[in-house]
């Protein structure tokens, strides 16, 4: 039963890898691109460390409460929760350096930001 | 300080969470762990003080981290899947209609401001571009923008990111 | 325009102390898990780098001199010559701890197993202060080169 | 065989980014195929079971050595001369 | 059990090469680090999947090591482009 | 000249790519080495002489030590001439 569970997991976690990778190919310009590069991987590296965690649950038991199977549990755990933490800071951070380096959003229908930034550069200048 | 026993509780916790399994003294861990872990722990406090915790002790109660894990499981997780079937919705179509707009959630502590922006980053079609120091708005790009939400200038929040100011506002302040 | 945005900066404040914490159980567990001085020592270095990209160099400069770092890394290579030294009544790098009633002086069992942290002698000693002198010269090196290369730039 | 494959594949890209971090004109593209070197490099010690290893290359060479050269970058030009 | 996460390992190797080209063909600067960025998360999930497949508890270890370190050279490289001073 | 130094380079790369493939044709199976005595000696006797679990680290720091001192020291010179190089001025 819980091997089964374990199958779906690894599936789903490399389907939504690969659907990353694809965005990555087929999207316009880097915003978008980023839309890709950050949800898809995130949400598949979820699935793939709950199948981690369920396999390693299933040993836990398996060999007995002292063994050291704990070790792994717990350690994708707290690797799940600094993907979690890391990722969606690190493309805020390419996000707003592109934009203050000139890559502007292609076919864009509203930019406050630009209208903002400009606004503020001219009071600075008077 | 306070500051520095809460950092070196802290950081005594997550190194017992790293060791675990080793030994039988006391439930998983064994006795020199323990001492070698009260030992950094004093030490990384020391050093973070001041860096890791500004002025507030909101978050040192349980009832916001029992909030915070219910957020997580439920309409966190349930709006991540959605923003992935999304994704993918897009990737196979590229039909995409986008633009940056700036919100107002009317947040006042740092802390909450960045759960926000991290979570609107992973869920569906937007992400979290820049951010105002002083006023805490956020720039948002948004991959489909719809024609209702352009009608005020600081942008309409529900269109955007849903319920989430009123869940972080729960949790952070 | 020297900080990054608040964002970066509450997330590096948040993970500072557990990239420290996590990168002493590196250095400390080097006789049982992989890794020991050197890698740990990257790892805190690293942790300290965080800190100079979200802020700045000058204000990193504020907290620590880098004449203390020097010191630091002078005391980490005292250290590690002396522990050195201190067998030489054999030979030199002998490892006189095991065996002994006194600090980490058990023998574990042969065979694999999880391990105990109170074995291997002069090992994790030596592990600490090779730790320290990696911290504190990596770091040293990548504070004062970002300090003098945002001088040049406000020199021109 | 499995195996096979993955030993196989590795290398190749690593030597691929090799190449691609020696071609670039830009040297902050340079430094980007470099650190996905090292993030590969790191990877295929890791497969070959020397955690050890593997966690030094992640220390020093895919965070420090990229800080280095993006300071270094940001003091000179930015551009090779043709 | 072993099959399915090698199986898997292969799949992620294969996603790796596509972003590949991402970072070799990235018309700017900001694209190639975008291509970077999902490499390292690609090589984090592949090593949890590879400690799990040889049954080597303490291979996380290094997985939890790559997931905070990717992250500094990822910001080091946007501080650059938005011309902010170190 | 320019063609004559081309066609150097690339004879030159011609040999190092014979040399490289006929070594590795000829490498031994991976894990197997030539000579195993050593290795044999520190997989048995590492565990009881050091009391250390990991073998690497026994090998680092207690068989091999010389090498741990060299490449401290390898470290400390590059530490002093980086910051002898880039020191503050006190006038300034």
New interface residues.
Partial sequence: MIEIIIYVFLGIGVFFNLLASFGLIRFPDVYTRLHAGTKCTTFGSIFLSLAVIMYGLRLWYLEGFNSGNSVLVIHTIIALICILVTNPTGAHAIARAAHRSGVMPAKAVVDDLKDDRKKGRGRKKK | MKKFIVATVIGFLVYLLLTTSSGNDFFIWSYSEIVVGIIFAIIVGIIVRNVFIKDNFRMLNPVRWLVLLVYLIGPFFISMARANLDVAYRVITGRINPGIVKIDPKLKTDLGVTMLANSITLTPGTLSVDVDEDKNQLYIHWINVKEDALKKKPRDCKYVCGGFPKWVRRIAE | MSEMSKIVRTISNSLFPFIMIYGLYVIMHGHLTPGGGFQGGAVVASGCALMLVAYSSGWVFKKVKESDLSVLESIGAIGFISLAFLGIGVTFFYNFLVGSNLLFGEIPPAGPNTGNLNTAGLLPLMNLSVGLKVIAGLFAIVAVMAFVASRGMRKK | MIEMILHAALPILIVVTAIIAVLFKDLVSATIALAAMSLLLSLEFYILQAPDVAIAEAGVGACLTTAILIISIKATKRMEDE | ?I??????????????????????FGP?????????????????????????A?K??????????????????????????????? | MKNARNLIAATALAICAVFLIFSSIMMHPFGKPSDSSMDDYIISNAQNETGANNAVTSVVFDYRGFDTLAEATVLFTAVAGVIMLFRREKHE
């Fill in positions: 059990m099959d399915a996460f090698m199986l898997t390992l292969v799949l992620l190797i294969i996603s790796i090469v596509i972003s590949l080209i991402r970072v070799v700017t600067v900001p694209d190639r680090v975008v291509g970077l960025d999902t490499i390292n998360t690609l090589v984090i999930a592949s090593m949890v999947i590879f400690g799990a040889s080597e508890v303490i291979y996380i270890d290094v997985a939890i090591v790559y997931a905070l370190l990717s992250f500094v050279s990822t910001l080091f490289i946007a501080k650059y482009l938005e011309g902010g001073r170190f």
